[in-house]
């Protein structure tokens, strides 16, 4: 039983749902977002909630409620509030800038990386090592700072890199030194 599944979600103030042909439409302040929904589950719309529910009673539509609540979750959050993620840039010289709408990113290489923002994705620079990006569509910001991290992943030794803000990144000691032979 999908405990995620079963809980109702509740339809903010200004926040439009259509729910015709199997395809979801979530309208906010910040935009809109579609999703197509699988033919196994069902969405109630009613009261000011919506609710997933099951057409058949197996184990993978049991999966498929639970899935389905989280990504109409995420649509109806991100079209109220929106979603947001931190990079931090750690190294000497390793910095970042917004050019337009792509990201010039220093972090060691011979030459600059730019980087394309994907649509439905802005960012933003603080103290160029601190990327900040924003966006409506959860999957899309992040996967955008998994590839921005993916440039240059942080290191153990030093910590220099591009990690998430709230990553902890496990540091190893270094050489310890060539032992004595007597």
Known sequence: MSRVGKKPIPIPDKTKISYDNRILTVDGEKGTLTQSIHPDVDLKIEDGVVSVTLLAKNKNTLALQ????SLVNNMVTGVHKGFERTL???????RAELKGNSLVINVGYSNPVQFDLPDGVTASVDRNNI???????KQKVGSTAAAIRKIRPP?????KGIKYAEEYIR??????G???QV
């Open 66 to 69: 639970g899935l389905t609540r």
């Open 88 to 94: 931090e840039i750690n190294g000497i010289g390793y």
């Open 131 to 137: 990327i900040k990006l924003f966006g409506i569509d």
């Open 155 to 159: 290191e153990p030794y030093k910590g």
């Open 171 to 176: 540091r190893k000691a270094g050489k310890a």
């Open 178 to 180: 060539a032992a004595k």
